[in-house]
Each structure stands twice: as structure tokens, then as C-alpha cells.
């Protein structure tokens, strides 16, 4: 399946929108969601329903944030905000332990919750170990 690349995308939204603002797009999207239907959606809302997308964007940014100091102790707050699990799983799958385990969960439908609860569990524990 081919994937889109950001150049692709910005060069369609700028021939088929006025006035919009491409970076924030660029920002929100992620590389795995590159395709004009998402760029698509994004620039309707940017430009049909500003205060939206402000939201959006902004929510996008904290959760971007998060993945940068998770913790397990904070998961209740991360299901409550809204976040997406994926996206705050994706930075632990660095460790081939968890990359298995994650193969595993998504195998056999697990929570992907459960998953990101016992994975910063075990991400901690690891680097306490490490310390000591």
C-alpha cells in the first residue's frame, strides 16, 4: 500500500483550500496518518469549525507531551483526557520485550490499556533496577 508523504499531502491542500494554515496540519497528523481523507478532515475543521479544531490540536499537543514522561501511576488521568492509547504506547515499543508483547496483546485483541498499564509498570521498574 503506498504511503503518502507530507509534500503529497501540502501540495493537494493547497491547491484545494484557501487561507489554511498547513503546519498545524503537519503538526496533528502523525506519518502513519498520512492520506488526503485525514488532511481532508483536518482542513474542514480548521476552516468550517475554528473553535474544534483548536480543541483537537491542542488535546493532540498535550498528549504529545504525556508520551514524554508517562507514568503508570498516572493511566486513570491518561483514559479520562482522552488519549489515545497507541500513541502513548508507541515510544515504549523501543524495548523488543514489550514490542513482543505488544504483538501479542493486538493478537489476541487485549486491552490496549492493559497493556499500557503493565508496560510503564515494567519500564519503571526496569530503570529502578538499572539505578540500583
Known amino acids: 500500500m503506498y504511503q503518502h508523504n507530507w509534500n503529497e499531502l501540502e ?5 484545494t483550500f484557501t487561507s489554511l494554515n498547513t ?9 502513519n496518518e498520512y492520506s488526503y481523507r485525514r488532511a481532508k478532515q483536518c482542513a474542514f475543521l480548521q476552516l468550517q469549525y475554528n473553535e474544534t479544531w ?8 498535550k498528549e504529545c507531551l504525556v508520551t514524554q514522561t ?9 483514559i ?8 502513548l504506547i ?6 523488543e520485550t514489550l514490542l513482543k508483547d505488544y504483538g501479542k496483546c493486538v493478537e489476541v485483541s487485549g486491552s490496549l490499556w492493559a497493556f499500557l498499564g503493565s508496560a510503564l509498570y515494567k ?5 529502578q533496577n538499572e539505578e540500583e
Open 123 to 127: 519500564a519503571s521498574t526496569t530503570t
Open 80 to 87: 479520562k483526557e482522552g488519549y489515545n492509547p497507541d500513541t
Open 54 to 61: 483548536e480543541n483537537i490540536i491542542e488535546h493532540r499537543r
Open 23 to 31: 503546519s498545524e496540519i503537519k503538526e496533528y497528523l502523525k506519518k
Open 11 to 15: 501540495e493537494y491542500l493547497n491547491k
Open 70 to 78: 508517562q507514568s503508570a501511576d498516572n493511566l486513570i488521568s491518561y
Open 90 to 95: 508507541n515510544p515504549l515499543l523501543k524495548n
